[in-house]
């Protein structure tokens, strides 16, 4: 086959051909690395939100606790803030180790897969080709 | 966490450690020494190559009647000033080593190592084998169902299970 004829290829053969080069148990493991980190993301992703959350929960009862303070015309009002900040305190404490936990994982398998997929880019080879196909394929 | 997997990752942050200690480390005695000698043996060769060779000018009169300068060695001079530190050390050999020898010798601090890349080869290749190691455990407990985190900075080639 001559270089033109290989070049002109449709795409999706060229892709299969370059994929077909991997061992498959090789592209089991990427697979369920990438799997792997994406839930861990997501994972930590909500963590984060619900965190994020709280503490701007937190920060609107302090205000409006300090204006009912101030106005001394709602110490009931005052009162409420003042014990929903505590709980929402007790929830942040236990909620932040979780939270760093996941965060924690999350970029050790960030980078965990980043670095499988370089070295099997570097290991199979195919240049900026074998970029598009992994990338065409998620992994990425 | 696993024992096993417990035991294997403070055994490769152990030779990690090791690692970045033998990296960060100078040549021992012998290996300075040797050094020495062969900057010392690189500015002899530089001597006899461009100092001394030129010499055979002197065997005849100057070119230029009344003049004591031969053009051949003062051109060499002129142009090349690493000739002059070649033959200053060339006539020094044994001072320059022990002087040199000594001066580096301080500057090498106590973290030396005879044979940096043998010693660092080794290491990599211990590692690396608890890493695989410590992959077929993570493999076997996902099998089993258990999540097991992989570290961030686990090899790569380990985990994918190609030749280190």
């Given at each position: 086959?001559?270089?033109?004829?290989?070049?002109?290829?449709?795409?999706?053969?060229r892709?299969?051909?370059?994929?077909?080069?991997?061992?498959?148990?090789i592209?089991?493991?990427?697979?369920?690395?990438l799997?792997?980190?994406?839930?861990?993301?997501?994972?930590s992703?909500?963590?984060?939100d619900?965190?994020?959350?709280?503490?701007?929960?937190i920060?609107?009862?302090?205000?409006?606790?300090e204006?009912?303070?101030?106005?001394?015309?709602?110490?009931?009002a005052?009162?409420?803030c003042?014990?929903?900040?505590?709980?929402?305190e007790?929830?942040?404490?236990?909620?932040?180790?979780?939270?760093?936990?996941?965060?924690?994982?999350?970029?050790?398998?960030?980078?965990?897969?980043?670095?499988?997929?370089?070295?099997?880019?570097?290991?199979v080879?195919?240049?900026s080709?074998?970029?598009?196909i992994?990338?065409?394929i998620?992994?990425? | 966490?696993?024992?096993?997997?417990?035991?294997?990752?403070?055994?490769?942050?152990?030779?990690?450690?090791?690692e970045?200690?033998?990296?960060?480390?100078t040549?021992?005695?012998?290996?300075?020494?040797?050094q020495v000698?062969?900057?010392?043996?690189?500015?002899?060769?530089?001597?006899?190559?461009?100092?001394?060779?030129?010499?055979?000018e002197?065997?005849?009169?100057?070119?230029?009647?009344?003049?004591s300068?031969?053009?051949?060695?003062?051109?060499?001079?002129?142009?090349?000033?690493?000739?002059?530190?070649?033959?200053t050390?060339?006539?020094n050999?044994?001072?320059?080593?022990?002087?040199l020898?000594q001066?580096v010798?301080?500057?090498?601090?106590?973290?030396?190592?005879?044979?940096?890349?043998?010693?660092?080869?080794?290491?990599?290749?211990?590692?690396?084998?608890?890493?695989?190691?410590?992959?077929?455990?993570?493999?076997?407990?996902?099998?089993q169902?258990?999540?097991?985190?992989?570290?961030?900075?686990?090899?790569?080639?380990?985990i994918?299970?190609l030749?280190?």
């Amino acid at each position: 086959m001559t270089a033109v004829n290989h070049l002109a290829r449709p795409p999706e053969i060229r892709r299969d051909e370059l994929i077909g080069k991997i061992d498959p148990a090789i592209v089991a493991k990427v697979n369920r690395l990438l799997a792997q980190r994406d839930q861990l993301r997501g994972q930590s992703r909500i963590l984060s939100d619900q965190r994020y959350e709280i503490i701007m929960r937190i920060k609107t009862l302090q205000n409006q606790m300090e204006s009912s303070l101030r106005s001394r015309e709602d110490q009931v009002a005052a009162d409420g803030c003042k014990a929903e900040i505590a709980v929402l305190e007790v929830r942040l404490g236990a909620l932040e180790p979780r939270s760093d936990k996941a965060a924690e994982q999350a970029t050790a398998a960030g980078r965990v897969a980043e670095a499988v997929l370089k070295t099997l880019h570097q290991e199979v080879g195919g240049g900026s080709v074998m970029q598009e196909i992994f990338d065409s394929i998620g992994w990425r | 966490m696993n024992a096993r997997i417990e035991k294997l990752r403070a055994r490769i942050a152990r030779i990690k450690a090791e690692e970045q200690r033998v990296d960060a480390a100078t040549l021992d005695d012998t290996g300075i020494g040797r050094q020495v000698d062969q900057w010392v043996t690189k500015q002899v060769t530089i001597a006899e190559d461009k100092f001394f060779t030129q010499g055979f000018e002197l065997a005849h009169e100057p070119k230029y009647p009344g003049s004591s300068l031969w053009p051949g060695l003062r051109e060499v001079l002129k142009h090349d000033p690493e000739v002059a530190l070649a033959v200053t050390v060339y006539l020094n050999q044994e001072a320059v080593k022990e002087r040199l020898f000594q001066a580096v010798k301080a500057g090498a601090g106590d973290n030396q190592v005879a044979d940096k890349a043998s010693a660092l080869q080794a290491l990599r290749a211990e590692r690396y084998q608890l890493e695989c190691d410590e992959e077929a455990e993570i493999c076997k407990l996902e099998e089993q169902g258990v999540e097991v985190f992989r570290r961030g900075d686990m090899d790569p080639r380990a985990i994918l299970g190609l030749p280190a």
